[in-house]
Nanobody
Framework: QVQLVESGGGLVQPGGSLRVSCAASGRIYSINAMGWYRQAPGKERELVATITRGGIINYADSVKGRFTISRDNAQNTVYLQMNSLRPEDTAVYYC???????????????WGKGTLVTVSS
């Protein structure tokens, strides 16, 4: 079994900062890309940021310059540092990992259950 567990969500005021983390555990042979997605009420899930094992990063335009994604390959963990938060950043943030469970497995996407980030005064 593979588990992705997010932590660090919560309530923050506009302009504030928050860091969310996601740790992957279980039977994991290799992880390629890891990333964060978010889903606001009444909206579709959207990409926030991704990072490959080699460190290639992609951000949604809406978070560029405010959010920073990073990962610890040894710990199978990905982080999202969120600064200058806005009310429109309010959403459930989901962790994603493209991983394979053994040598001859295919890479498949796995998801965490999400952590709620609320930006409000």
């Amino acid at each position: 079994q593979v588990q992705l567990v997010e932590s660090g969500g919560g309530l923050v005021q506009p302009g504030g900062s928050l860091r969310v983390s996601c740790a992957a555990s279980g039977r994991i042979y290799s992880i390629n890309a890891m990333g964060w997605y978010r889903q606001a009420p009444g909206k579709e899930r959207e990409l926030v940021a991704t990072i490959t094992r080699g460190g290639i990063i992609n951000y949604a335009d809406s978070v560029k310059g405010r959010f920073t994604i990073s990962r610890d390959n040894a710990q199978n963990t990905v982080y999202l540092q969120m600064n200058s938060l806005r009310p429109e950043d309010t959403a459930v943030y989901y962790c994603n990992a493209d991983l394979k469970r053994w040598l001859f497995d295919d890479y498949n996407p796995y998801w965490g259950k999400g952590t709620l980030v609320t930006v409000s005064s």
